[in-house]
């Protein structure tokens, strides 16, 4: 599942909107902002059939850091994990004073049936 998520985000028109032309799993150490951080929040068993789980429940946070406008990128970003079957649950915007980074969290899930 991680890199079903990393092949998703990976995607050109995603990467290209980047400084480092790449997404990080869970920090984006040294990161240069622009950039994309992606980390799993959750999972759960969706579905069961004979006391055995058959579908997966994945909970999924994108987070975008960036000087200034990030619109592009999280449009771009909403669009192919829709088209990839996420559906989006959440989303917010902060400010980090600490970082003075524009901060956009966008949250997805997915089910996924047992192969």
């Given at each position: 599942m991680?890199?079903?998520?990393?092949?998703?985000?990976?995607d050109?028109?995603?990467?290209?909107?980047?400084?480092?032309?790449?997404?990080?799993?869970?920090k984006g150490?040294?990161?240069?902002?622009?950039?994309?951080?992606y980390t799993?929040?959750?999972?759960?068993?969706a579905?069961f059939?004979?006391?055995?789980?058959?579908?997966t429940?994945?909970?999924?946070?994108?987070?975008?850091?960036s000087?200034?406008d990030?619109?592009?990128?999280?449009?771009?970003?909403?669009?192919?994990?829709?088209?990839?079957?996420?559906?989006?649950?959440?989303a917010?915007?902060?400010y980090?004073?600490d970082?003075?980074?524009?901060?956009?969290?966008?949250?997805?899930?997915?089910?996924?049936e047992?192969?």
């Amino acid at each position: 599942m991680y890199q079903f998520v990393r092949n998703v985000l990976m995607d050109k028109e995603i990467t290209d909107l980047t400084a480092d032309k790449k997404v990080y799993l869970i920090k984006g150490t040294n990161a240069t902002a622009p950039y994309v951080v992606y980390t799993f929040i959750d999972e759960w068993g969706a579905e069961f059939a004979e006391n055995e789980e058959i579908a997966t429940n994945y909970n999924v946070q994108v987070d975008i850091f960036s000087k200034g406008d990030f619109t592009e990128l999280a449009n771009k970003i909403k669009v192919k994990m829709k088209d990839n079957d996420f559906y989006r649950t959440s989303a917010n915007d902060f400010y980090e004073n600490d970082t003075q980074l524009y901060h956009c969290v966008l949250r997805f899930n997915y089910t996924k049936e047992r192969d």
